[in-house]
């Protein structure tokens, strides 16, 4: 037998080696050893920006038919999904309340599955919109009376938003925030929330 035949077969087994170990050290996922990521915000972004503006039903558009609109505003999350377990697990499910500026106006969701190898970090990025009407509604719904109290009216509010967007001069957050997670057919939940800037 030659000598690189020798060293060629002996590296072989030593792979074989590496990757059977590392197969061995890696356990099968169950209810008492499987724990629920860390989901984290790690940012957030203005993903795409139109300015302030608004015109009402009264205003005679050049083409189209006349309405009360205005200027949407897209925001991106970007989440950290941390994994410390030593198998890999899939993310199945994930959905947060949005909350600019101390008021929920939104709910943001992903429907993206993504599997998180064993002891790794990936990302999430989920891009919500919002429009001038929903903020409305949602600011008259649950805010009505603290905007009241503060001597404020929720256009007033909503032109606050979106003027200062871009230079986060307010905080930007979620809440309620749930991430389902699956791994050899057992479920878990994990809940979270975080503000930016921090």
């Given amino acids: 037998m030659h000598r690189k035949s020798i060293v060629l077969i002996l590296l072989s087994i030593f792979i074989m080696g590496v990757l059977l170990s590392g197969c061995a050290s890696m356990s099968k996922p169950s209810d008492s050893n499987f724990k629920a990521p860390v989901v984290t ?27 009360n609109n205005a200027g ?19 993310l199945d499910g994930f959905k947060f309340a ?12 992903s429907t993206e599955t ?3 190898p ?10 919500v919109m919002y429009d001038f009407m929903g903020a409305l509604h949602s600011l ?15 256009v007033d509010q ?5 003027t200062n967007a871009p230079d986060f001069s307010f905080p930007v957050g979620v809440t309620q925030g749930s ?6 057919g057992i479920t878990k939940v994990a809940g979270f929330e975080g503000t930016y800037p921090q």
């Fill in 41 to 67: 915000l790690d940012y957030v972004d203005v993903a795409h920006y139109f300015g302030w503006w608004y015109y009402s039903a009264k205003v005679e558009p050049t083409k189209g038919k006349a309405g």
């Fill in 72 to 90: 949407p505003l897209d925001y991106a999350f970007i989440f950290n999904i941390e994994n410390p377990n030593s198998f890999p697990v899939m």
């Fill in 98 to 109: 949005c909350v600019i500026d101390g008021f929920e106006l939104n709910s943001g969701y």
């Fill in 114 to 116: 993504m599997w998180i």
């Fill in 118 to 127: 064993a002891g790794k970090t990936n990302q999430l990025k989920v891009e």
């Fill in 140 to 154: 008259l719904i649950v805010a009505g009376q603290e905007l009241k109290d503060k001597g404020m009216g929720a």
């Fill in 158 to 162: 909503i032109e606050k938003i979106w």
């Fill in 179 to 184: 991430a389902v997670f699956k791994a050899n």
